[in-house]
């Protein structure tokens, strides 16, 4: 028995902003649900079940808001799952989405990802104080900066490329009308100069709080191929996690992401990486992320991966490898839906339908999406024909 | 790919605002706040852990498995999913797996002049790192394997808390080489 | 049991001062709390859903006809709520009821100020209790009261 | 699960659970450590040979957010899982793993979840599920939305207190042979069951669910692999779940669509069913879902005193299942259902029909 072919059938997001003043939290998702069933041609009566992904339910105060939202997304009568795994939460909603079609449970699928991050603090939320533990540790780039450290130090990366990619993305991000920041007239200088928080991470190479949603639609290969708009193809899906600080763990290159990559790029039948993709969205909350996870997955040799950045190879202007071309997270960051963007960017590539910053002719995609300590990994490889 | 500045065709209707309102400022958002309560009890190895902290002593936990030691404890080996019932004490003396310096205030610790280092404290004795405050000495002073000790509070100070460690000061010894601090330390004893 | 040797526990308060963004449909049902009026939605079929949503709450189908509806309306069914939860807006013992307004098709979660639940009962007629300052919120509305003409009969 | 289907089988092939009052010597990751041991230990797997692992849990009620982080530690995470975790009750993690199975890649799934209702206040932490705008902020608490459902349900005439009760005494009697049931009782009486007063009226502190700590961890594997972990495997012959309205005011209380939809789907009419364990917060919900599922004298309800017994939030659904497979795996029963709900009033209902051969 192999799997049924999936294909992704329509992409809805949101513009992306710090807040969304003008809506519900269910007028968001519906935002971006509508747009996905529009760019399908389908509407609510022909979705067989709905997948939701978000990061954690303090964010908005609302527990396990599947349960309210079922009304707003079409689910009443039907099944709806609820998808949390850290910040790779937006990809693993995405597979688990996917599974539903390839086990052939379901013909059509509605998924979507959400943050309203501007109903409360999401730096209140990430660290709720423990009793009886010390608390020394301000936020996600408390936990990541000493890692990136490590990896400048094992690398030999000269010190500004996190702020080569920082300046990178947000380049990229003009060219998308759905990113949060559009920074006209930044210039590197400014991205360097940006105050130090967590030495060696800089303001300006941090990820914004945005409010936002992204929705797909997935289908089984009978609805791909009835489409009307281009679909694009899942060749490829995985999802990995490991333990959090355990002796002898790598934490810049983490076991897990390295099975992840090296299993989802078996399914696609990739063998040479760089060569054979097209386009990468990579889950980068931190721009140091981006040479980490590009060695990380095998599309750069060990300790090389900020060579791709130096030279320009990830840039969407004739790079060979344009990474994170909608602007990444670092352009965009709703959390629970950050994950699926990554997907859905990937996926939109492939369609040929990512307006100014599509990549010439993308036929294979990669969309990535990491969470916790760096434990968590979801990734999945699309493309423009079947697999 | 849509335009955002457009609704979804579906949802282009506009509402119908009844007139008796329809010319009044209206509600834009609500305030909700939620308020909730939990009674927060350390698992019994955390209860020892802290306990021990008044007596100046830090105690591990030790896999039955593999031997390597965890602090603080966490009732299980993470690598193996078995249950640790093992305490081991082990020294306050350690060394500096790796450091961050933060430019950021953190809520509830007023106390804290920024910029200050935060590292991962790697014990004599203990095969994972755990986080603690480095001071002593001048931030840019601080690097991988630096050799560091606990600095406890007054006697008359201490109680069951981790809290009763102030900073942890350079030693002066000779700092654990690079490849051998941290967590690399394990996968060279262990293979 | 010395202080020393009883379990260390502690009290974690998890609090958080939301706001939230009601959007249009919401936001109009609020703004009528404010201004002593209840508001609800016109569903495909005609009938009237209070308090309004943006959307249909089966077919998930935007709404967007809003009518006025009755102050006044039917107890469907209640509890009694004694105490009332620390965070609730009622210091008070109450019912806790859902009401069908007239004008409405569905029923509202919202509570029956009475003394006892000796005076509640299915199917008693309620009115609208407001509060004086009123800042569009769902507890402008103070409650329900036994509507009086029926005490009378 | 549509008809025309057919799905590769799959089989409950070991389970362990534990219910308490108030968990104290152990904590949620040491607890579930030593379940999931328990579980993997009888069907003699390893984690390396398990190809997929799913759970359940919430962060609200654990009052930490990515709670289900330090959980994963109880796993033993390392060589990496293929791992996916539901802000859901077990059970649906079950549902996702039983999914992930019909693909076809992997044969054996890890499934648990957890909940320490002990260390907050349950019915303040689930008052935030409810509609954020019109409800959640009036802090309704989830006993009183069941008890506006039991008024209806008896001024309907549908049901009756002593109906209630006769399902309060039921869960009582049975819990006395289930170490995890924290209140039962052989000896219990009718006439104090039906004199109990009201404690959120209708409902009396017998009528409404013992609310417990605990966890659940049950393996799944599919075809020849199911019956070389376990002689007599606890076949999966349907599983479906379905969502109403969250609107109380626009569902009919006396029912639960979903609850009878989910059954539908998942084959609850194909035969005769041995037991069945049903998941309510109350009396009262029991005897909706009894109604729903077509339950008759021909079928055990609830033989561990059910969730009235001992409910632990999150794990409660996936405890039911295990309770039905337990019974088929030890040769007790041969057909069964379980069932899971999940939001106010019966919103969402999960339903498996097990079979053993």
Known sequence: MSAELTAILGIGQTKYSSTRGDVSIAGLCREAAYRALEDACLDWKEIDAVVIGKAPDFFEGVMMPELYLAEALGAVGKPILRVHTAGSVGGSTALVAASLIQSRVHEKVLTIGFEKQSESNATWALSLPQPFSVSINAGAGGYFSPIIRQYMSRSGAPELIGCMVAFKDRQHALKNPYAHLHQNDLTFEEVVDSPMLWNPIRYSETCPSSDGACAMVLGNEISGDRAENPVAWVHGTAMRSESNNFPGRDEVNPLASRQCAADVFRQAGITNPLKEIDAVEIYVPFSWYEPMWLESLGFAELDHGWRMVEDGTTSLSGGELPVNCSGGVLSSNPIGASGMIRFAEAALQVRGMAGDHQVDGAKKSFGHAYGGGAQYFAMWIVGAEKP | MADPNFPPASLSQEVEIPESISGLEPVRSVRSPIRLLYDFVPSPPVQEYLRAYSKKKILGHRSPIDGAVFVPPRGVDPRHGVLIEESVELSDKGHVGNFCVTHLPIPGRDDLETPYVSAWIHLDGASVGFLGLVAGCENDEVHIGMRVQAVWKEEEELGNTAENILYWKPTGEPAVPIEKAGNRAWDQTNE | MSELEKPLRAELTVEYPFTRTTGTVIGAFMTGLREKRLFGIKRSDGSVLVPPLEYDPVSSEPLTEMIEVSQSGVVETWTWIDPPRPQSPWDDPHALALIRLDGSDTSMLHAVLVGSPSEMRTGMRVTAQWKEERVGHIADLEGFIQETEEIDS | MSKSNSFRDVAVVSVASHQTKILSEVNEVQLMADLISKCRNS????????????????????????????????????????????????????????????????????????????????????????????????????????????????????????????????????????????????????????????????????????????????????????????????????IDHRVDSHTLGVRDLTRSPSAFLAAEKAGRNTDRLDLAEIHGMTSAQELILEKEFDLNEETMVNLSGGSLASDTMMASGLIRISEVASRIISGQADRGLAHATSGPCLQQNLVCILEGE
């Open chain 4, 43 to 238: 069907a003699g797997v390893t984690q390396e040979e398990i190809g997929f692992t799913c759970s359940g849990s919430s962060d609200f009620l654990a009052g930490q957010a990515f709670s289900f982080v330090h959980t994963l530690d109880s796993v033993g995470a390392f060589p990496p899982i293929c791992e996916s975790h539901v802000e859901m009750d077990g059970a649906f993690a079950l549902y996702e793993a039983w999914v992930k199975l019909q693909i076809g890649e992997v044969d054996t799934a890890l499934v648990y979840s957890y909940g320490k209702p002990s260390a907050g206040s349950i019915i303040d932490v689930l008052a935030t599920q409810l509609d954020p705008y019109y409800v959640s902020p009036l802090w309704p608490d989830c006993f009183s939305l069941a008890a506006l459902q039991a008024r209806l349900l008896l001024d309907k005439g549908l049901i009756t207190l002593e109906k209630m009760a006769e399902i309060s005494m039921r869960s009582q009697k049975n819990g006395s042979d289930n170490p995890n049931a924290v209140r039962s009782s052989k000896d219990v009486l009718f006439e104090n069951l039906m004199n109990e007063p009201p404690i959120v009226d209708p409902l009396r502190a017998s009528d409404i669910s013992e609310i417990a700590d605990g966890g659940c961890a049950v393996i799944l594997a599919a075809g020849d692999k199911a019956k070389s972990f376990c002689e007599r495997p606890a076949w999966i012959k349907g």
